[in-house]
């Protein structure tokens, strides 16, 4: 499904940092930071995609964000194509946006309800000089049908949609600008099952035909199983394990995915789960826990997880996990 | 797989069948069938424009202006004219003469006196008693010098005068007696001492003066000294006529006066009355004046006159001194309240105005006000309430604040003391109603500016806009093509529903008359008529139109506002 033998990357994270000021007084002082991400490392090779996944607040939509520059980061590198795209001025930037897209997760409100979804879906390439007046009808026409849409749909405004056929509009806008690289925000969770499943094989037919990059960020892990080819598994800001996707799914290694992994529904009846049960809520972002984030959840707990941040560990070629438990 | 076969086989798959659905729809369009559909909403559209035809258009088609006091003749017995025994001495000079007041006042004085000569401006005159109230005034002319040769007169003539027989011992004579003053030959002659001479002196005539006021027809000229002289002489010798200036005139006798006829009728009348109008500018005719005459002369109160072929009633009232003439006059009266008619269909209000056609003024300028005042707060609002909302931090901050600060004034005291401190500069009544748009339109815009933060605050965070950005475009894009957009519907339903709020705020301060000022008509100062509980009860027409108009129009906008605001928003529906 992939083209393995391409070996270029595309994107590539190092040591991301987005911290989130929580302001209050009268002064309006920074007291605190929320930690939203807290030094996220990965690389993303041309025609791959990547999973990203983790409870809600974990951080894996503001990565997705801050890696399109759609707010300002507090670290690291966003290196696309080799260039940091956080430095560029406005110029370059815009000319840089066509190529990096996303598509968010509510097709409800990532669509303007005062245009029509011809000029949502063909307003960027027109503006960005993609498509010209002869072409452009044929170019939106094009992209319209490849989603699934029918060209008579361009008059239409969004309120007349589905949530499905919105979402189809929401991936129609961002594919026209021809991009190379797509930031998937949870795009099927607001959907339900059957719709779930089209969007998913629409968006993977859709990266063989033009060889799109996917970051996929998503909790639901049968999603991000069916999709990816590598998956990180982030846990408060931090990629805790990452690998390629028959790795960590066949042999997850951080107590986190695992216990992750064990809440995947199976559906046999038959089949006696033996499941992870994480005790507590996930802890604040502002304040995390000292040394391994994940200590005061963690079954495995030491007395260094306690003190020691854990530094990442690889356990197969591409599989690394950060625990204390594969540190000796 | 052959991509192309799979392609379709997935769009035939997912496409849902929607090909039935024809109409389509834009979200303005829509809002528009639910409006139409409303019928609230479409009665408030109705009662709207109504106003604005019946304000703009009635106004155009409305012959009268707002300001035009209409007045009518109503008939009543009104004082005309007043007649007294005149008192003074009237003046008639001869041709190419004039006298002097000096002259005539030295001539009164000498007159009460029973003077026979007096001097005035270095000039010495003589006076001849002609009757009763009835003078001569003579110059002195150098006639003659006398001396005396050896005890014997000797008269020589001056510049062709020729002397009279019995002149030197007339003079003789009188020097004698010590007169200065004697006759001969039918002739006065005066002396006066000069040296050894005695220089003579005759009189020639230069004004004949009486006690009877000559009423002539209307724009004819004076009379003439010899029509006067003549007339006089005639009247106290009891002649039936006499002749002036080739003409023969006749005399139609009452006590004390008399009418002259000549060959045309009635010329003149003489008379001890002074007859003068009662309204300056009213021109009493001579046929007047002799009935007036008569009737005092006959002592009776009342006559009649055939004037323009109608017979008008005279009355005389014995007054002081005088009479007083009363008639039947049309009088030119303001037509203050009059009652709902063909020509004024709500009548005329306290000034005398057309409460119709003041109402289509006030309309407009009520209507006006609302628009204008609507159009600074959504200015001013749009812009502060933008800039907060999209740029946030501390400008939203220093904005917000300021909104507070603005919203902490109390407008109705703030407006009564500008409305005072425009009485206190003596503002033009047009020009006030500029000012007071301002005013309104000055303190009334944080209500706007806190709701437009507020959408764009909210808009701003959509991810939608978050998808503007992604895909790249330009801000003014951004800000006009997908923020801006959002946030007209709720802009729209604010400034309807605002517009009823400001017209009803400039009602009140019009009625409580710091708003729009006599003789500017506005909804509000129509009203103001109520503040007398006699007008309130007894001229309903003059108020109650306008308090109707103002609940009607502020209704309709509300209503129309109410159905915008369920148009745009169909969740909002209870």
Redesign the interface.
Known sequence: MTEQGNSDVILEVKDLKKYFPIKAGLL?RTVAQVKAVDGVNFSLRKGSTMGLVGESGCGKTTVG?TV?R?HGKTGGDILFHGQEVHTLDKKT??????RM??I?Q?PY????????VGEIIG??PR??GITNKDNHNRHIDKIM??C???PYHK???P??F?G??RQ?I?IA?ALA?NPEFVVCDEPVSALDVSIQA?II??LM?LQ??YGLTYLFISHDLSVVEHISDTVGVMYLGNIVEYGSKEDIFKSPYHPYTRALFSAIPIPDPTVKMNRVILEGDIPSPANPPSGCKFHTRCRDCMEKCKTEEPVPVEMAPGHTVVCHLYNS | MDPNQENQHMSASVALDDEQRIRVLSPGMLVFKRFVRNKLAITGAVIVIFMFAFSFIGGLVNPHGQTEVFRHYQPFVKEYAAAAFTDQYRFTPVPGRTLSQNTQNAFNVAAARNAESFSADGETFMIEVMGEDFYLIEELVPFAKVTSVRGQLVASPLDGHTIPDGFTSAIDSAIKAGRELFEAGGDKYAYIIDGREYAVFTGTPVCVVVKKVFDLPPDSPALSYHFVMNAMLAFQGGDPSFEAEGQTYTFDRNDGGAEIYGQDGLVAVMSPLAIKEYQPGEVMTLEFKAAVAEAIAEGTRYFELIEDGEVVEYTLEDQPNQWVIRKEMDTYLIKTYGPPSLEHWLGTDANGMDVLTRLMYGGRISITIGFVVVLIEMFIGIILGGIAGYFGKWVDNLIMRIVDIFNCIPTFPLYIILGASLDQFGVDPTLRIYYLMLIIGLLGWPGIARMVRGQILSLREQEFMVAAEATGLRVPRRIFRHLIPNVIPQLIVISTMTLGGIIITEATLSFLGLGVRYPLASWGNMVTNVNDPYIMITYLNTWVPAGMLILITVLGFNFIGDGLRDAFDPKMKR
Not at chain 1, 93 to 98: A, E, G, V
Not at chain 1, 110 to 115: D, E, F, H, Q, V
Request: aromatic share 4%.
């Open positions: 309006q964000r399109l759609l930037l815009r000319s840089l946006r066509p897209q996303i968010f509510d409100s990532s669509l303007s309800p005062r245009l029509p307003e960027a503006e960005h049908s490849d699934g849409l029918q008059d239409r405004y309120h007349e589905s499905g056929q189809r929401c806008r600008l089209q094989n629409l037919d063989k035909e």
